[in-house]
């Protein structure tokens, strides 16, 4: 069975950094883009970063642009999500979740979490002003 299991998530001041891991099993791994995602309270679930299989490339949201860094680890079938500069509105449960790089690219938009293949069951983020 294809899973993903998230960690790295806590609570931090403003400022701070946290470095996400999300490790898969049960599918090959370079079969599939792969895309970080997040709900914050009272929200709708947003994309925030994506890496296409290989390290071929990435994309990233606007709210993630230039403090958030994907990238992944192929020998460890794991895809990390570093954030730096967090503010008190990255306060979220961040979710990993792949679909096959057939049908999804990870170019010019994260994905639709809902359209993906599988999925996490992700971790919290509490950033504090």
């Known amino acids: 069975e294809a899973q993903f299991v998230e960690s790295g998530g806590g609570s931090v001041q403003a400022g701070g950094s946290l470095l996400l891991s999300c490790v898969g099993s049960?599918?090959?791994?370079?079969?599939?883009?792969i895309g970080w995602f997040r709900q914050a309270p009272g929200k709708e679930r947003e994309g925030v970063a994506c890496?296409?299989?290989?390290?071929?490339?990435?994309y990233y949201a606007d709210s993630a642009k230039g403090r958030f860094t994907i990238s992944s680890d192929t020998a460890k079938n794991t895809v990390y999500l570093q954030m730096n500069s967090l503010k008190p509105e990255d306060t979220a449960v961040y979710y990993c979740?792949?679909?096959?790089?057939?049908?999804?690219?990870?170019?010019?938009?994260?994905?639709?979490?809902?359209?993906?293949?599988?999925r996490g069951k992700g971790t919290l983020v509490t950033v504090s002003a």
């Open positions: 979740a792949a679909r096959s790089r057939a049908f999804f690219y990870c170019g010019g938009s994260p994905g639709d979490y809902y359209g993906m293949d599988f």
């Open positions: 890496i296409r299989s290989r390290n071929e490339g990435t």
């Open positions: 049960g599918f090959i791994f370079d079969d599939y883009n």
